[in-house]
């Protein structure tokens, strides 16, 4: 399968533990992108890596998360002290940046991570 | 950032009918409007994009055009059929804000 993978794809914690997801991008793109999403809405943007460097992270992220991607290729995304608020889709996607901050391709979506808070 | 508003929510049409949706931003530096189609259970899939050098694009019975001075695009689906069902997203800004989704029913 060449398409955006994650892992795992369900997770269930009790309140305050840490939890960690994995997201394996397509592996020519050099962008990737961290967003959440809860029923009836639209992704949230969380944070986005070109290549290795994390460009931006939403305002609106606690700093319970952290988000890396030590290589390039693969990405973690970390929830620390886990809350109930933050139980929710975590969808990972990458894309064939151009040459350019301000250029911007198709996203290629993975099947997401459930993450339930207990 | 940008913010990204999306009208209607919810959307029912009769099959064969037309569907459209709308969306405004913010930021007039935004140049690139995507719109996702997501099923239910499924992840989002890019259906049709526009970039700000043109008012228009088409593909087959999908079309999206954008209003760089009134800073809106619409997506605009002919000839609806049952399979078109789905939530829409449309996206814009440079980390790709989401509207909140307009939920499609085609009724056969």
């Known amino acids: 399968d060449t398409g955006v993978s994650q892992d795992p794809r369900h997770k269930i914690t009790k309140r305050g533990q840490n939890v960690t997801f994995r997201c394996d991008p397509i592996?020519?793109?050099?962008?990737l992108y961290w967003y959440r999403q809860t029923l009836g809405q639209g992704p949230e943007f969380l944070t986005y890596f070109q290549n290795e460097a994390q460009l931006e992270k939403s305002r609106l992220l606690s700093d319970r998360f952290s988000a890396e991607r030590p290589k390039g290729s693969f990405s973690t995304l970390e929830i620390q002290r886990t809350e109930q608020g933050d139980s929710a889709m975590y969808l990972c996607?990458?894309?064939?940046?151009?040459?350019?901050?301000?250029?911007?391709?198709?996203?290629?979506f993975g099947p997401g991570t459930r993450l339930t808070v207990l | 950032g940008e913010n990204v508003e999306q009208h209607p929510s919810t959307l029912s049409v009769q099959e064969g009918d037309s569907a459209v949706i709308k969306c405004t931003y913010s930021?007039?530096?935004?140049?690139?409007f995507p719109w996702y189609k997501q099923e239910l259970g499924k992840r989002p899939q890019l259906i049709i994009d526009i970039r700000s050098n043109v008012g228009e694009k088409k593909d087959q019975r999908i079309a999206v055009t954008l209003n760089k001075t009134a800073k809106h695009f619409s997506l605009h689906i002919t000839e609806t059929q049952p399979e078109d069902s789905a939530v829409y997203f449309c996206a814009g800004g440079y980390a790709l804000n989401f509207g909140k989704g307009t939920s499609l029913l085609v009724t056969p």
């Open positions: 996607a990458s894309s064939l940046g151009l040459a350019g901050l301000n250029t911007y391709n198709e996203q290629f």
């Open positions: 930021d007039s530096a935004s140049n690139y």
């Open positions: 592996s020519e793109h050099n962008r």
